[in-house]
């Protein structure tokens, strides 16, 4: 059974940082890419930021510049490093990964989601 467990979310003030850290675990032959979604209230879930397995990284409109993806080199793990943090950033962010179980076999895979409010 494949698991993905964030953690790094939290309260912090517009202008501050955080980074959001992911790990997944279970039977993974392979992973394709590994990213971020995030979820405001009222608003669908939306991509921030994702990185393929041959280092390709995109990130969307409203974070480039301001968010950096990293793969933890050699290891199920991915980073979300978020600086000058918005109120509009407010938002569940939850971690996705692409990955084979098995040669011929793959999903999505979505982690519980961790929270983070950015609010003076």
């Known amino acids: 059974q494949v698991q993905l467990v964030e953690s790094g979310g939290g309260l912090v003030q517009p202008g501050g940082s955080l980074t959001l850290s992911c790990v997944a675990s279970g039977s993974i032959f392979h992973i394709v890419a590994m990213g971020w979604y995030r979820q405001a209230p009222g608003k669908e879930r939306e991509l921030v930021a994702s990185?393929?397995?041959?280092?390709?990284?995109d990130y969307s409109a409203s974070v480039r510049g301001r968010f950096t993806i990293s793969r933890i080199s050699g290891g199920n793990a991915v980073d979300l490093q978020m600086n000058s943090l918005k109120p509009d950033d407010t938002a569940v962010y939850y971690c996705?990964?692409?990955?084979?179980?098995?040669?011929?076999?793959?999903?999505?895979?979505w982690g519980r989601g961790t929270q983070v409010t950015v609010s003076s």
């Open positions: 996705n990964m692409r990955a084979y179980t098995a040669p011929s076999e793959w999903d999505d895979y």
């Open positions: 990185r393929t397995a041959g280092g390709n990284s």
